[in-house]
């Protein structure tokens, strides 16, 4: 099922340890950011998206999710950002020493190299006074959260599919209801039809074959017609898969496969109705069966 949930952590980026912070300097805000994306599928199919400082918690991630979802596309994305001050970071003399050395020896081996710009001097004293965050402490806890209220979404679209389903068995339902009174009157018609033609066959042979014979062998074709025809059968198992849908979809729970198995057999018996079918009316509520089927299969292969 669909659903999405996001988070955010914050935390003040420390000096490293042994250089206090100027006044001047400003303090930079790291945030991390953890989103989590849910898409149908039958399979649960988890996809990371994550930065490098992030890459050790995967294993963890991926096991917390896996213990929680148990279908769907699911997409995990983090990031982490630094906010940008009003004030511009100020290099100190001994970083200033340590760039124009490096750029010297790069320069001497590659001549065509760029020189540094102001950019990347104020983007690497950002970088030295500040150190990368230790988030051993805040990913998971997040991921928790996050992972709750995309359980929340999921649950609430859920609720919604249910819906849906409990409306179509209900159609299903009348459908079925509308079939089983048309099996008899097609016996009835299909057997008179045979007995005219037996009256005709008699005048036609002018008494060369015994009324008795034909007539029990109009009588047998037409009882042969009516085993082919009825569906009071599928009409039976129809009803009893209908059933155990309702009750399954009203209990709620990790009920995905058992759902799939019972469209499948939906859809067998509407095809075998289908097949049997030797009037109009038939065919187009055998249709409409399928249609109905097809639209809860699409649904049912998403749900847990």
Do not use: C
């Not at 940008?84 to 003399?93: G, H, M, T, V």
């Not at 006074?129 to 988030?135: A, F, L, R, V």
């Not at 030797?278 to 847990?304: C, F, G, P, Y």
Request: charged letters at 25%.
């Amino acid at each position: 099922m669909t659903g999405y949930a996001s988070a955010q952590h914050s935390t003040v980026i420390s000096s490293p340890e042994g250089e206090p912070r100027a006044a001047s300097t400003y303090h930079p805000i790291t945030q991390l950011g953890l989103e989590v994306r849910s898409v149908n599928s039958r399979f649960l199919d988890l996809t990371f998206r994550l930065p490098e400082d992030l890459r050790q918690f995967e294993p963890a991630l991926r096991e917390l999710l896996g213990s929680k979802l148990k279908r769907g596309k699911v997409e995990v994305r983090a990031s982490v950002e630094t906010s940008s001050a009003s004030s511009i970071a100020e290099p100190s003399p001994k970083l200033l020493q340590k760039l124009n050395t490096a750029q010297d020896t790069i320069r001497a081996w590659l001549p065509a190299a760029a020189p540094l710009s102001v950019a990347d001097v104020i983007r690497l004293s950002a970088a030295e006074q500040g150190s990368s965050p230790d988030w051993s402490a805040e990913v998971m806890p997040l991921a928790e959260r996050v992972l709750k209220d995309l359980l929340a979404a999921r649950q609430r679209e859920g609720a919604r599919l249910a819906t849906m389903l409990l409306g179509h068995i209900e159609q299903l339902r009348a459908l079925a209801a509308q079939a089983g009174p048309l099996v008899p009157q097609l016996v009835a018609q299909h057997r008179a039809r045979f007995m005219e033609r037996w009256k005709e066959a008699m005048a036609l042979t002018e008494g060369t074959t015994l009324p008795e014979a034909a007539q029990d062998r109009a009588l047998t074709e037409a009882t042969a017609f009516a085993i082919r025809i009825d569906v009071a059968e599928e009409i039976t198992r129809l009803d009893s898969h209908l059933d155990e849908l309702a009750r399954l979809i009203t209990k709620g729970g990790e009920i995905g496969k058992r759902l799939d198995f019972l469209i499948q057999e939906l859809h067998r018996e509407a095809n075998t109705m289908g097949s049997k079918s030797a009037a109009l009316e038939l065919t187009h509520i055998s249709v409409d069966m399928k249609v109905l089927i097809e639209q809860m299969r699409e649904q049912v292969q998403n749900i847990e």
